[in-house]
């Protein structure tokens, strides 16, 4: 059986809660490093998923069907 791949919503979340561990410094160094370690594993995975979604908002489909790129015309 497959393990779901947990949300970005439900990895920010488990980030959040690693972050108040982290900072309330009642944590052993040696859990303190494996969650530090699992965080930037979160953050990485985060970033990249805001990076795509950021990269298909900034797309256009036009008339003929054709995408490109987004782009505000100031006046």
Do not use: Q
């Amino acid at each position: 059986m497959t393990k779901k791949e947990a949300t970005f919503e439900e990895k920010l979340t488990k980030l959040e809660e690693i972050v108040k561990k982290l900072e309330s410094g009642d944590i052993p160094l040696d859990n303190a490093i494996t969650e530090f370690n699992e965080a930037m594993k979160l953050a990485k995975e985060c970033d990249a998923k805001l990076k795509g979604a950021e990269e298909s908002l900034s797309k256009l489909i036009n008339d003929d069907k054709t995408m490109s790129d987004f782009k505000v015309e100031e006046a």
